[in-house]
């Protein structure tokens, strides 16, 4: 069945030329010599003051990365990148050591005004500049590492995360003041050769966000990053590393934009997230990166890993992601459970419009005993573009009760787009029970029938079933993110293809 | 560094093989230039591996290593022990149709009286004579695939069997592979099945060992063309020996409000894989696939399906249920693709797996590729083990544990047996299934 008008029409507002958040911010940067080069590495440890240990990984890093060569086997087809016609390290000019936010360049925050990103604790505190889309409350504080280009232009609240023994810092930073913690867990989930764009970003990355969450606490505010790419010819590539304490948990949020261009840029960015026992990760994302314009010219090429390790027992991660930006998307949030009764989530829904390509999905890999995992993807492909989702589900001969549900769905408007559906599912281990379904129909038909019973169509009941599950994931975002999300969640499923 | 040595390994053996065997291949002219190309394709790829996409989960270069050398001619003696073998999996009320070792057993088989609208050569005698369009049809199989691509340079005999527009054949057909070599050796079959417009006909494929057959490798590769409103019944057994290879594909192209109604069963063979491409060329068409795996010990089974929606308004199905105990391996991979213009497509397809034991192994891949917006397409797949409380169930009411475990497998491939239209071949099909779960107990 087709999809119906409503949905056109929601599709149509977030359609590539209606991106509002291509503007570009004028002001000087500092940038290293074009290309790369063990120079270029060597430059950017030295800009970040980094310790000998980190510079001889990052080199180690780059000197496997000559030898590996691009993957082709997403359903992604792009330009040939030159690697050495980027800029790896673009920074704006600090005009001197900043003691406080009102130091910062002002056209840098105007430029997080813009997109709506809260700078000024005080300010968010007294309600002066409630973030869009909803009344600022005590609940809602939300503590933000901005990235601007290559660097942390500004982390709030620190100190109040300190006081409950959060450390949220800049990536550069924790280098420095945390060697002992980054050392033991940088790259113990992404090893520095796990694959070509994971390699790049080890031997490059300039900055991201570093939390620590201490064994016991519960982290008081949601943690947030704001990547922005402003710089022309720039690859922006970011580190993440969040490690969840025993019996700790942390919410966890990331947004991103760029100006609008015609030459595409690069973004390979790397998070890794460790859970110990009984420790809870929500990693949450909502992409919005320049797609690129209505005829496929320009926008962000998105290749990033993310993967999270459930190291301990009862251990709990779970990934939310709301993908609507980017020329080309390359993600595969996965789960390790490693961990006991360790548990795996990742929601996901994506939408194309334009010429972007989505090749995204995830991969729960079953370790530990008893380890769950459960998958819904949502993947809405409109105008001219692909949207694949990839999953693989895996239980070792090991990992006895493994338990996986997955569904994905997927919607297509138009004549000239295409949804694919590509899931592995491998199962080593007879008390393994792996389900996976690509259809709205195996919904409790109790539930339908209630809401049916209550006079609402099959398909209206189905819509609120399923609308309902996530919008439950979607609302947990902070307000900034939520707007957006909001805008996605009540696309009808009507017209849903496997 | 593996990899380049195993290629060159095999390469070489079978080029020397393919050199060897050349003199008795049929055909010549185009016919031994497209076998030529075809060996080319192969050589230059090798046995596909892991890391080829669509061979993942079946790597041939580690689970076969090689390609055996061509089987002989069968002698007397093979020719007695495949009819002895032949006796044992009869199904009664078919007409056979028998190839021995890879080659044509006119004594063995019925060809009829010459009836209307029927015809049977092999594929010998249309390489060595007929006309060259069938035979350009026969041989212009798709090389990218290397193990097609083998089959087309190897391929000796097979039947070529036409049935003319509007006939009804009753009696179904039923095409053995008796494999009776006295040394291992490959065989490699190639045959094609055309179903002329508003006929109908019931297909039935066997592969089987007789007594005493040495270790052997059987390629095979079929073409069928259903025409407009015409109906098929297909039915695929492998029952190979336990230390055997079944290498096969097929190519189905079915025309406008065709219907095709297909099942197949694989028991035997050490290693086996099966890559059925069936393509839509006319509208109102439609396809039930089903497929049962029933695999112990260490055997591999795959099942490689392509659905191509290339036109708007047909409708498939795919069933697939596979029951894996010891250490066994069954791979489904299932591909539907929706080309832009096949509007109203209805793509279903369904895949369980039944773990028997803790060592027992399932990888399923069902795969959508959807260009077209107004289309209804689904898959599903799960894996598990016996449902505890249902076996609890049976046990309380006095089944022993592997009788319980019995009913409830029967119940599990029950679905996809019950699909056959024919009832004398249903019954085969259950009574084969009840003997492996018999031997199992």
């Not at chain 1, 970040?48 to 992604?76: C, G, H, I, Q, S």
């Not at chain 2, 393919?18 to 230039?33: D, H, I, N, T, Y």
């Not at chain 2, 699909?419 to 071949?425: R, Y």
């Amino acid at each position: 069945m087709p999809a119906v008008q409503e949905t056109v029409d929601r599709v149509r507002r977030i359609d590539v030329d209606q991106y509002r958040y291509g503007f570009e911010t004028l002001i000087e940067s500092e940038k290293a010599p074009k290309g790369l080069s063990e120079d270029i590495v060597r430059f950017i440890s030295e800009k970040k003051n980094e310790p000998a240990w980190m510079l001889e990984w990052r080199l180690e890093a780059y000197r496997r990365w000559l030898t590996m060569t691009e993957p082709t086997w997403a359903r992604v087809h792009y330009p040939k990148i030159d690697y050495q016609d980027l800029y790896y390290y673009a920074a704006p000019k600090p005009k001197k050591t900043l003691s406080s936010i009102d130091e910062i360049d002002p056209e840098i925050l105007k430029t997080y005004e813009k997109l709506g990103i809260p700078l000024r604790e005080v300010a968010i505190l007294e309600g002066v500049e409630p973030p869009p889309g909803g009344e600022p409350s005590e609940q809602r504080k939300i503590a933000v590492d901005a990235v601007f280009d290559s660097v942390s232009v500004a982390t709030t609240f620190q100190k109040e995360l300190k006081k409950a023994g959060v450390i949220f810092m800049p990536i550069s930073e924790a280098i420095r003041e945390h060697p002992e913690l980054v050392r033991k867990y940088l790259g113990s989930v992404v090893p520095t050769s796990d694959n070509f764009f994971a390699t790049l970003n080890s031997a490059v990355f300039s900055d991201g966000s570093f939390v620590y969450v201490p064994p016991g606490v519960r982290c008081p505010m949601e943690l947030s990053t704001y990547f922005r790419i402003n710089e022309r010819n720039t690859g922006q590539f970011e580190r993440t590393l969040i490690i969840a304490d025993k019996g700790s948990y942390v919410s966890y949020l990331e947004g991103c934009t760029a100006p609008q261009r015609d030459e595409n840029q690069l973004h390979a960015a790397v998070v890794e997230l460790i859970a110990l026992d009984d420790a809870e990760i929500k990693y949450s994302t909502v992409q919005n990166w320049y797609p690129g314009n209505s005829e496929g010219l320009g926008g962000i090429f998105n290749f990033v890993t993310k993967r999270g390790d459930c190291r301990g027992a009862n251990s709990k991660i779970s990934w939310t992601q709301v993908e609507t930006g980017s020329a080309i998307t390359w993600k595969y949030p996965s789960c390790i459970l490693r961990g006991d009764n360790s548990r795996g989530e990742f929601y996901s829904i994506a939408i194309s419009n334009g010429y972007q390509q989505v090749d995204s999905g995830t991969k729960m890999i079953h370790l530990g005993k008893n380890t769950s995992s459960r998958i819904i993807s949502k993947g809405i492909a409109a105008g001219k573009s692909q949207n694949t989702y990839r999953g693989l589900v895996t239980a070792h001969r090991k990992a006895t009760g493994a338990r996986n549900y997955t569904a994905c769905d997927s919607l297509l408007i138009g004549d000239k787009c295409g949804a694919h559906t590509v899931p592995y599912v491998e199962a080593k281990n007879s008390s393994a029970t792996f389900e996976h379904e690509a259809t709205t129909s195996k919904i409790s038909e109790d539930v339908l029938f209630y809401c049916v019973q209550r006079g609402l169509s099959q398909e209206e009941a189905v819509g609120l079933v399923v609308n309902g599950f996530v919008k439950d994931v979607l609302q947990q975002l902070p307000m900034e993110f939520a707007v957006e999300a909001q805008k996605l969640i009540s696309i009808s499923l009507e017209g849903s293809v496997g | 560094m593996n990899v380049v040595l195993a290629k060159t390994d095999t390469g070489r053996a079978v080029s020397t093989s393919f050199a060897f065997a050349r003199e008795r291949l049929p055909g010549s002219g185009k016919v031994a230039e497209q076998r030529r190309q075809a060996f080319e394709a192969f050589e230059r790829a090798g046995l596909p591996h892991r890391r080829i996409e669509d061979w993942k989960y079946t790597d041939l270069r580690a689970l076969m290593r090689e390609v055996l050398p061509l089987a002989a001619s069968p002698d007397t003696t093979a020719l007695s022990r495949a009819e002895a073998a032949l006796k044992l999996h009869a199904i009664e009320g078919t007409r056979r149709l028998v190839l021995v070792d890879g080659v044509f057993a006119p004594k063995l088989s019925d060809l009829g009286k010459g009836e209307k609208g029927f015809s049977v050569r092999t594929l010998r005698e249309v390489l060595e004579t007929g006309d060259g369009a069938l035979q350009g049809e026969l041989l212009a199989s798709d090389n990218s695939d290397p193990m097609i691509a083998l089959n087309t340079a190897m391929a000796t005999d097979g039947v070529v069997i036409e049935i003319a527009n509007g006939t009804v054949l009753e009696q179904p057909l039923h095409v053995v592979h008796v494999a009776s070599v006295g040394t291992p050796a490959a065989m490699f079959t190639r045959s094609l099945f055309r179903l002329g417009r508003d006929a109908s006909a019931t297909l039935v494929e066997s592969f089987v060992a007789a007594e005493g057959t040495e270790a052997y490798q059987a390629y095979d590769s079929l073409i069928v063309s259903v025409g407009d409103n015409a109906r098929l019944d297909h039915l695929r057994l492998v029952e190979d020996g336990l230390d055997a290879f079944n290498i096969a594909s097929a190519a189905v192209t079915l025309g406008a409000h065709a219907q095709l109604n297909t099942f197949g069963m694989v028991s035997g063979a050490s290693v086996s894989r099966y890559q059925p491409t069936i393509v839509f060329a006319g509208e109102g068409a439609r396809v039930d696939t089903n497929g049962v795996n029933l695999i112990k010990g260490r055997q591999h089974a795959d099942t490689t399906m392509f659905m191509d929606h290339a036109v708007p308004h047909c409708a498939s199905r795919e069933v697939f249920r596979a029951v894996i105990d010891d250490r066994a391996h069954s791979v489904f991979q299932g591909r539907i693709v929706v080309r832009p213009d096949a509007q109203k497509t209805d793509a279903k397809m369904m895949t369980r797996a039944l773990l028997l034991s803790d060592e027992a192994e399932a990888d399923n891949k069902p795969e959508l590729e959807i260009f077209a917006d107004d289309v209804t397409c689904g898959h599903g797949a799960t894996t598990g083990a016996l449902d505890e409380s249902l076996l609890f169930y049976l046990r309380a009411r006095g089944l022993p544990e592997r009788e319980a475990q019995a009913l409830l497998i029967q119940a599990f491939v029950g679905e996809a047996i019950e699909s056959i239209a024919n009832d004398s071949l249903r019954e085969h099909v259950i009574a084969a299934a009840q003997r492996w779960l018999e031997a199992r107990a």
